[in-house]
């Protein structure tokens, strides 16, 4: 019987398994979990957010937004789950991250045409099968030169950091006050108000603080070369561009008025709901690669946070990714290799939506080889084709993973707006409605 390979059970590969088993075709899962974990996981769920639970913006005038109703209208588990399982967070999808990952892993091992084998995959093995190699950012290193082999190229690589997350009870709420920004979606968020001292203490706190290179001395070794990705900086790395940087970025006070002042605060840190009983509350933009003791000081002279319980500490990992320009096709299939697939962060997509998108293609063109019919490359005028044509351009120099954005849109910079549309936010609502429109004659002719 036709069956696929899928190596990982992310994101990506949580979804191209749904993807083929909607169509009826076995998959079999290769998940090295609970018998050995990344530096960064720490369940055996499948689908596990080892980042922020927020898969950021829902409004389709944003590009984020706009690439979760379309993975919506493509039948996604992951936005499935994400609807299911979905917290507070103003404006933005967030998720109770372990409810979520139950979600998927349930729909996933109870399906019959599903089987999990729980072992690292340590090498490729091209067969009559089709395999997805969705192994993630943190695969092993054994399959990381399995595939550097394969493809005789050095790896590229990044790190990536991740922000803390505090204990409720532990917060004192009567320094921190209840605001979304510019009032949007109510009052989801908890903040932080800083004062210009309090701000200026804060950023020479942070400026001499020791930092750590990894989860380990030996990824410690690479700080030298740390290459943070530019959506996930580490506060301390945006510090260096100046002291007004984090009051510019994770810290900005626009849109929101303490109300023990009524005046904006000068700095603020923003804190979002973590989980759906509201227990756990995450520092919003706050990844770091302070040493896990220069963290637990420098945090808990935040106001509200002096006595602040940290049920996870900020931590960088390795990120690694293929050069896709040259390895993959805007199927997601392997130039050079039929019938073998990449998925995922692992192909320079960089986000949660974006791996899912990445899996979902993968998933869909693996189904479409099974049926012996014509794989299919997403329009670029919608947010999963525009995504997929980044990576896969084999024109593209110097490739850096990418997050979702308008700018990625054949069609963006052109639009030709209609009369009553006018500035950035008509041009962004003119080309979801034209990627909405686009997707679903796409569907019809194609997927149908």
């Not at 936005?79 to 979520?100: I, K, Y």
């Not at 943070?228 to 301390?236: A, N, Q, S, T």
């Not at 990445?358 to 995504?387: C, M, W, Y």
């Not at 950035?424 to 409605?433: C, F, I, L, S, V």
């Amino acid at each position: 019987m036709k069956k696929v390979k899928i190596i990982g059970g992310g994101l990506a590969g949580s979804e191209a398994a749904w993807q083929l088993i909607s169509r009826g075709y076995n998959v079999e899962i290769y998940e090295m979990r609970p018998h050995q974990y990344t530096k960064a996981h720490h369940t055996q769920y499948f689908a596990e957010l080892v980042c922020s639970n927020s898969l950021r913006g829902n409004e389709i005038t944003q590009a984020a937004g706009l690439l979760k109703e379309e993975l919506r209208q493509l039948d996604s588990l992951i936005m499935m789950a994400a609807e299911a399982t979905r917290v507070p967070a103003g404006g933005a999808l967030a998720v109770d991250r372990e409810l979520f990952s139950k979600f998927i892993d349930e729909k996933l091992r109870s399906h019959p045409l599903v089987s999990v084998i729980t072992e690292e995959v340590s090498a490729i093995v091209l067969d009559e099968h089709i395999t997805i190699v969705a192994a993630g950012p943190l695969c092993s290193q054994t399959l990381a030169s399995s595939i550097q082999s394969m493809f005789g190229m050095e790896h590229l690589h990044f790190f990536d950091a991740i922000s803390p997350i505090i204990n409720a009870d532990s917060i004192n709420m009567s320094k921190v006050f209840r605001q979304s920004r510019y009032d949007k979606n109510g009052d989801d968020y908890l903040n932080i108000p800083l004062t210009k001292d309090e701000y200026a203490s804060f950023i020479e706190l942070l400026r001499v603080a020791e930092k750590f290179g990894g989860h380990d001395e030996i990824e410690a070794d690479c700080v030298a070369g740390l290459k943070p990705f530019e959506g996930c900086m580490p506060i301390e790395s945006m510090l260096e561009r100046g002291d007004d940087t984090l009051r510019f970025g994770p810290m900005k006070p626009v849109g929101l008025i303490d109300p023990t002042t009524n005046q904006r605060p000068y700095a603020v840190v923003q804190l979002r709901q973590d989980d759906k009983d509201a227990k756990l509350w995450s520092m919003v933009g706050f990844q770091t690669k302070l040493r896990h003791g220069e963290q637990l000081k420098i945090f808990r002279q935040l106001p509200g946070l002096e006595a602040a319980e940290f049920v996870r500490l900020g931590s960088v990992h390795r990120n690694t990714f293929i050069n896709s320009p040259q390895i993959l096709k805007p199927t997601n299939e392997c130039k050079q290799y039929p019938g073998l697939y990449f998925a995922g962060q692992l192909t320079g997509v960089e986000g949660y939506v974006e791996s899912t998108a990445s899996g979902l293609v993968a998933g869909i063109n693996a189904a479409l080889k099974l049926a012996e019919r014509e794989q299919v490359s997403f329009p670029l005028d919608t947010a999963v084709g525009s995504l997929l044509g980044y990576i896969s351009d084999p024109n593209r120099k110097d490739f850096q993973p990418m997050n979702v954005n308008f700018g990625l849109f054949t069609n963006y910079m052109s639009a030709e707006l209609p009369v009553k549309k006018k500035g950035k936010a008509g041009k962004r609502e003119h080309t979801a409605q034209q990627a909405l429109f686009s997707l679903n004659n796409f569907k019809r002719k194609f997927l149908n």
